[in-house]
């Protein structure tokens, strides 16, 4: 059974720092993309950052310059700086995976929670 296990969400001041991270486990197939999403109260789940084994990456508008993702194919592991953090980042942080062999498949970790306070 594939699990995504997310550590790393903390209450920090505005301008701050975090870093989470994501473990993933139990597949048979590597992750082609890992990512994070994230979900504000009241608001939909938005994409954050992905990247792919080759180090694509992608970011949402809102947090280039300030957040950068990173992983560890060996360790199937994917990472979220975080720099500059403004209140409205805080969110509930999902760790997203996605296998693509034998058929495409979203796997999903269970969030943390990141506040940022002003």
């Known amino acids: 059974q594939v699990q995504l296990v997310e550590s790393g969400g903390d209450l920090v001041q505005a301008g701050g720092s975090l870093r989470l991270s994501c473990a993933g486990s139990g597949s048979r197939f590597i992750f082609s993309t890992m990512g994070w999403y994230r979900q504000a109260p009241g608001k939909q789940r938005e994409l954050v950052a992905d990247i792919t084994t080759g180090g694509r990456t992608n970011y949402a508008d809102s947090v280039k310059g300030r957040f950068t993702v990173s992983r560890d194919n060996a360790k199937n592991t994917v990472y979220l700086q975080m720099n500059s953090l403004k209140p409205e980042d805080t969110a509930v942080y999902y760790c997203?995976?996605?296998?693509?062999?034998?058929?495409?498949?979203?796997?999903w970790g269970q969030g943390t929670q990141v506040t940022v306070s002003a």
């Open positions: 997203a995976a996605r296998t693509v062999v034998p058929t495409r498949v979203d796997y």
